[in-house]
């Protein structure tokens, strides 16, 4: 049986070595996708070991019920070596009693470790898809499915599409979301995000990054501001009306000289019933002056309003579960909307990887298939270095473009833009393809001036204040000055501009 100071011993050194293990880890080198995420599994099984080791050791150290300072009196009290030959004593017995017992040192537990490290393909830490390429790709198929089976909600789109807008949630209308149907995709999706996040990040803590995510959605549900989901007003002002302040109108006379639609504006506005002669609606309209809502003649309102306005319990209940219901869905969406940003790496590989697939033929899609079946893996391909000596862009199929196609579109040709920071453009078509991009729209935003098509080819700063300043004045000299071209005519019939007309009538020689 151990001691608690060979208990305290014992969590020391393991946490020395996990910390050296760790440190090992991180310094290898890692040559292909599939070798990170393994080398991140591995980071995150030390890391969880040692955040136990240092709890264990901590709550050795406080010592609780006061057995380690009861051990540490008798070791050094006036009987120690009594309590040596007593403890050798019990070392002999146990010993005696299990002789076929062998301790395992610690240091071949983690040389396990270094082979795993040393031969990262013989064993996966995780599991991934087909589809997921080992962490490299999204495989969202199947919520693809439940999205576009959502009847009312959202046309029928493609694959490809739904990778750009899948996060897009705010664009769908209120009060088509209050649905089963809706609550279920947004589920699914969600579970996928997170155990796909775990899976490829393991070391990112999910958790208090969720925590944060439900804090803010907590401040912005508050004041109404989270996205797609605007704060409904309790007042009866959230009517499709114009409201009619009452206070200006002195009689029902007044209130009449208005007409007929403003009235019945003001009525709806209110909830009330808008039928009726100008005099109908006018005395409906003035007896709800200096009053409330709920001090108002339930006769006058319609019968939405009034299945609105009564209902007592039940209604108020109701109301309550579907603003809770809708606080449920809104949650969803902002941790879905937290976990694209996360995820958009991954998310841009796989509309890249579906554009790929999308281009190719049957036969070639076949081939590829074929191809990756034969080989162990996809991160052998990978690590397979290939022979690119002019640096050439990659092709669908992984190899190098030709060099006459790479000349045709320009590639060869490297156009700098100052406006978005410097940033490189490879080629013609992506150069005046850019001018319409975020960077140079933000670049542009950033200077205090409108992305037109007057600045277009335009890529120095200098350059873009001068034009603007050009067009600044301009667009001045071609406004109406009315100093210079407003005429006017003396009694003598002579037309002079505006200026030298007042300069002659101040001097008197009109």
Known sequence: METLLEQQRRYHE????????????????????????????????????????????????????????????????????????????????????????????????????????????EINLVDFTDEEGYGKF?????????????KGIVDKIDYLTYLSCFDQLFDIPK????????????????????????????????????????ADFERQWEVGTFQGWPKEAGSVLTKAGAHLDLSAFNSVEELASL???????????????????????????????????????????????????????GGGGGKSKDIGRQKELALL?????????????????????????????????????????ESESDDEQETDVVYNPKNLPLGWDGKPIPYWLYKLHGLNITYTCEICGNATYKGPKAFQRHFAEWRHAHGMRCLGIPNTAHFANVTSIED????????????????????????YEDSKGNVVNKKTYEDLKRQGLL
């Open 14 to 121: 393991e946490r020395e070595r996990i910390e050296d293990s760790m440190v090992k880890e991180q310094m290898a080198k890692k040559s292909s996708n599939r070798d990170q995420i393994n080398s991140d599994h591995r980071l995150k099984i030390l890391l969880d070991r040692y955040v136990e080791c240092s709890e264990n050791l901590l709550e050795l150290y406080e010592d609780g019920d006061g057995s380690r300072k009861s051990e540490l009196e008798a070791m050094s009290g006036p009987n120690e070596f009594s309590e040596f030959y007593l403890r050798l004593k019990n070392i002999k017995e146990f010993y005696r009693k299990h002789p076929n017992e062998i301790s395992i040192p610690m240091s071949v537990e983690f040389d396990e470790f270094l082979k795993l490290r040393e031969n990262p393909n």
């Open 138 to 150: 999204l495989d969202l198929n199947q919520c693809f499915e439940k999205y576009i089976n959502l």
């Open 175 to 214: 009060d088509k979301k209050l649905n089963a149907d809706y609550g279920h995709y947004l589920e699914a999706l969600l579970d996928y995000l997170q155990d796909y996040c775990g899976r490829v990040k393991p070391l990112l803590p999910l958790p208090e990054i969720m925590d944060k995510v439900v």
């Open 259 to 313: 007409g007929l639609d403003r009235l019945k504006s003001g009525l709806v506005a209110l909830g009330l019933k808008c039928g009726g002669t100008l005099d109908e609606r006018a005395n409906r309209l003035w007896q709800t002056k200096g009053k409330s809502v709920d001090e108002i003649d339930p006769s006058l309102f319609a019968k939405s309003s009034k299945k609105n306005k009564s209902g007592g319990g």
């Open 333 to 373: 969406e902002a941790q879905v909307y937290r976990l694209s940003e996360i995820l958009s790496e991954q998310r841009q590989a796989t509309k890249e990887n579906v554009q790929r697939k999308q281009a190719r033929t049957a036969g070639e899609r076949q081939e590829s298939d074929e191809e990756v079946s």
């Open 464 to 487: 873009a204040l001068a034009l603007w300043q050009k067009l600044k004045d301009e667009k001045h000299k071609e406004k109406f000055q009315a100093a210079n071209e407003e005429e």
